[in-house]
């Protein structure tokens, strides 16, 4: 079975300072995984993919990820968040037939 | 390039009665997705169309739930009757492709329901 785990449901960081959103999956197949954003009365956008090749991918707004075979992980990394990145973060993965949503982490950045 | 677009954008119903989402996904795309988001909760996955063919709604709760999508285009999902666990954000998204893997998916604003 798949299935994805977001360790943290809210993250508050102060503007300007760096933050790693947790991301782990489980899979008996070969996944692709992303990250998708989602702002307040709105719908998801992506942010990153990870499809194959390189392990680091760079994303939209400054935002990377690295995927760990290994660890089985898929963390997102910004080196300096603003308060516009402030909304509700989602970690996906895509196998057979099948998208599986994490919970979310909602990140609030502080000023 | 048009988005995923969605009707209507808010709805207020009681228990019991009925309602119905529409979505018009981009053009070209064959594979539309049906995701429920209850408040606080990853978007959990109701139906799978892959042009006009359901490919998976082991998820949709069909006493109540249906969903088609006539000419594998358009597609409406509806509620009848709903419930008061039924109040989420029902969330269209549409990929490029067929097959195992779709592609990245797009999703529109989202339909709000409440149900008092």
């Known amino acids: 079975a798949q299935s994805v785990t977001q360790l943290d449901s809210q993250v508050p960081v102060f503007e300007e300072a760096p933050v790693e959103l947790r991301c782990n999956y489980s899979?008996?197949?070969?996944?692709?995984l992303f990250w998708y954003v989602q702002y307040p009365n709105q719908g998801l956008q992506l942010l990153l993919k990870?499809?194959?090749?390189?392990?680091l991918v760079k994303g939209i707004n400054g935002f990377e990820a690295e995927f760990n075979k290994s660890q089985t992980s898929f963390h997102l990394r910004k080196p300096s968040v603003h308060i516009s990145d402030t909304a509700e973060y989602f970690c996906?993965?895509?196998?057979?037939?099948?998208?599986?949503f994490g919970t979310g982490t909602r990140l609030k950045v502080l000023a | 390039e048009a988005g995923v677009a969605q009707s209507p954008r808010y709805k207020i119903i009681e228990k019991r009665q009925s309602v119905a989402f529409w979505c018009n996904p981009i053009?070209?795309?064959?594979?539309l997705y049906w995701y429920q988001q209850i408040l606080g909760q990853g978007p959990k996955l109701l139906i799978q169309?892959?042009?006009?063919?359901?490919?998976?709604d082991s998820q949709l709760p069909k006493d109540r739930f249906s969903a088609e999508r006539l000419k594998g285009v358009d597609s409406t999902l509806k509620i009848q009757p709903a419930k008061l666990e039924d109040s989420a954000v029902y969330l269209c998204?549409?990929?490029?492709?067929?097959?195992?893997?779709?592609?990245?998916?797009?999703f529109g604003e989202g339909s709000r329901l409440t149900v008092l």
């Open positions: 998204a549409s990929s490029l492709g067929t097959g195992l893997f779709t592609g990245e998916l797009f």
């Open positions: 899979s008996s197949v070969s996944v692709y």
């Open positions: 990870y499809l194959s090749g390189s392990t």
């Open positions: 996906a993965a895509a196998g057979t037939y099948k998208y599986i």
């Open positions: 053009s070209g795309h064959a594979t």
């Open positions: 169309f892959q042009n006009n063919g359901v490919v998976d």
